[in-house]
Each structure stands twice: as C-alpha cells, then as structure tokens.
C-alpha cells in the first residue's frame, strides 16, 4: 500500500461530449450529399476521458486532482464547473487564453448504442507539456494516473520522465492510454509502460500496443506488457504484490486483470443500454480508487464493471456514474472467477 498522503494527481485532457444519440446509417456509413437526418437526443456533458475517470474516482471515496489544460471560454468554464460540482479538484488546471477548449462529438448508431464514432478537436489538449507535472504537485499527490496519452502532442514524447519521477517519490503510477489515432502505438509509449505499475487498455489498444496482430489472443498482448512493465523486485512491488497488473476492458463482457501471481474475470451484468460513452473511463477511476483504498483485486474489479455496467443506462459519460452504495448493491451480484494467469517467466 502507498504510505503517501493526498489525492490522485490524474494528468490528461478535457472537453466537453456533445453525444449525438440515434444516429440512423446505412451499413456503418453515414449519409452526407447536404441530406438531412434525424437523431433521438443531442446532450452536452463532461468529457474527456481524464475528466470522467476523476468523477468516477471521486465518487467511489478518493480526493482527485486534475492537471489539464483548457482554453478561456465557455466550454472550459463549463467542465470546470462540472469537475468542481463532482468534488474534483481544478486548481491544477491551466487556463490558457492563447487555446480554445477542445471537445468530442460522439455519434452514437441507433441500432447499436454500444457502438460510435467519436470526432475529436483537441485544441488546448495539445497545449500539456510534462514539465507541468512537477515535483510539487508529485510532493503533494499519492498517486500519478495518466489518461488519453496519445492526445498529449506536447507532453507525451517526455511523459515517461515524469512517471519515472512519481516512481522515485514513492507514487505509485496508471495509465490509460485510450486509442492512437494515428495507429501507431508509438511516441514515447513504450517507455511510459515501462513506468507504469498499472496499465487499462481493451483489446484493441493491448494488441497495438504490444505490436500484436489483430487476431493474436488478447492475452498474448497482456503477457507482452506486463513483461514491459516493473517487475515485482522493485520497491513498489514490494510494498503492493497487486502490481504490476493490466486490466482488459471487455466491453458488454465485463473486464479481466491480469497480474505476475493471478488473473481474475469480471462478467458484466446485463443493463438497459442508452450508450457506452466513458463506460471504460469509470470502471478505471473506480478500479484505481477502490485499490487505493485498500481492496484486492477481486473486489475492485467487480467495483469498476458494476459502475461502468450502471453508467451506460443514462447518456453521456457521467450522467449515469452512481454512488459508492449503489454500485456496491451490483457488485454484489457479480461473480469474479479466474482466469488463466499468464506465465510468470514469459512475461518477466
């Protein structure tokens, strides 16, 4: 356990969602040619992934601070104010009048709503550098998450040395990598894994990142990271056998952890689907705040699914993000199992 006070520093982007739901295509296309559609609902929320991973975190019992940079105007007061509504602590977010505050628009299938197409403006996200991350506010925080890395173009090429700095403070350190948009699961990635005691990816993003196929086995892409990652030896995995560890986003499957001593499987629940958007950003904000806080992994997992699993009834990422009773009332429900753990001397 990380004998450190203070919150999570949680280090990322920050943008509002506009969630276009009921997005009528044909096949997965849409129809442009100046025609004219109608859509179910239209809903401006908190996005970002960081955003929505430090509501989660919050709401399930930690003290957050988000480093973010966003731009003077109307949609970064408003997420500013919806983190602050949320008990997420802003203070480490850098105004900058020089940008304008990104944002995504998601385009949700009206027969799918699992499925969407999201349109990102990153604006002010391309304005994080790493030396924002400083010692201070590492002196002051007991753990260093990283969210969205690929979207960082002025940060994450040297993001490694400020996780390598947490490390060394004692912190221990997350990331979430989310999706490249480039597909080339590269600019400083590597070294920022081999930082990292705790890795949340889904399958697509582990086999990219691993440099896998995409019909190689998902856990043949977990084996590779984690041999990436610090090994147990080192002083955080001495403190804290639950690290290193990745944690597999699955989807309407639930999730899957998968550590150097035990892999276990988390099913998800079936719920009413309105939509998916930052589903995954919850279960890893509860997932990383039920860890701090002392849980092991079977019951942290089963935290993360049964919240991720409740705030897809509501559109938008954190509309439908519960309290820590209502997600406890799930999870108990929920039947962890193990998996088949990878091999200790193929993943060292």
Not at 7 to 27: S, Y
Not at 130 to 143: C, G, I, K, Q, Y
Not at 151 to 164: I, N, S, V
Not at 259 to 286: C, F, K, M, Q, Y
């Amino acid at each position: 356990m990380n004998p450190l006070a203070g919150p999570i520093l949680l280090v990322g982007e920050l943008c509002p969602d506009i969630v276009v739901a009921g997005v009528p295509t044909t096949g997965t296309s849409l129809r442009f040619g100046q025609a004219e559609d109608l859509v179910s609902r239209t809903t401006m929320t908190l996005g970002s992934s960081a955003g929505i991973t430090a509501c989660a975190a919050t709401a399930a019992g930690e003290q957050v601070r988000l480093l973010a940079v966003s731009g003077d105007d109307e949609f970064g007061a408003a997420c500013r104010r919806w983190l602050k509504e949320r008990g997420v602590d802003t203070s480490a977010v850098r105004v900058d009048p020089r940008q304008h505050t990104g944002s995504s628009v998601i385009l949700v299938r009206s027969d799918d709503p699992t499925d969407r197409e999201i349109l990102t403006d990153l604006g002010a996200m391309t304005a994080l550098r790493a030396e924002d991350v400083t010692d201070d506010l590492l002196a002051t925080s007991r753990h260093l998450h990283i969210s969205s890395f690929f979207l960082h173009h002025g940060a994450r090429d040297r993001l490694h040395t400020r996780m390598a700095r947490a490390r060394e403070l004692g912190l221990t350190v997350s990331l979430d990598t989310n999706d490249d948009p480039d597909r080339a699961w590269a600019s400083g990635a590597s070294e920022a894994i081999a930082q990292t005691d705790l890795l949340f990816v889904n399958e697509s993003e582990a086999r990219g990142l691993a440099g896998a196929g995409d019909d190689a086995p998902a856990e043949t892409a977990v084996r590779a990271l984690l041999a990436r990652m610090p090994v147990p030896g080192n002083p955080i995995g001495d403190r804290d056998p639950r690290f290193p560890a990745v944690v597999l986003k699955l989807g309407a499957a639930g999730a899957a952890v998968h550590t150097h001593r035990e892999s276990w499987h988390i099913p998800a629940p079936s719920v009413t689907v309105v939509d998916t958007v930052g589903a995954g950003d919850t279960l890893a904000g509860t997932c990383l705040a039920r860890l701090l806080a002392g849980d092991d992994w079977p019951t942290a997992l089963s935290l993360g699914v049964a919240a991720a699993s409740l705030s897809t009834q509501v559109a938008g990422g954190t509309a439908g993000q519960c309290s820590l009773d209502e997600v406890r009332g799930l999870a108990a429900i929920l039947t962890a199992g193990p998996t088949r753990s990878p091999d200790p001397e193929k993943t060292r």
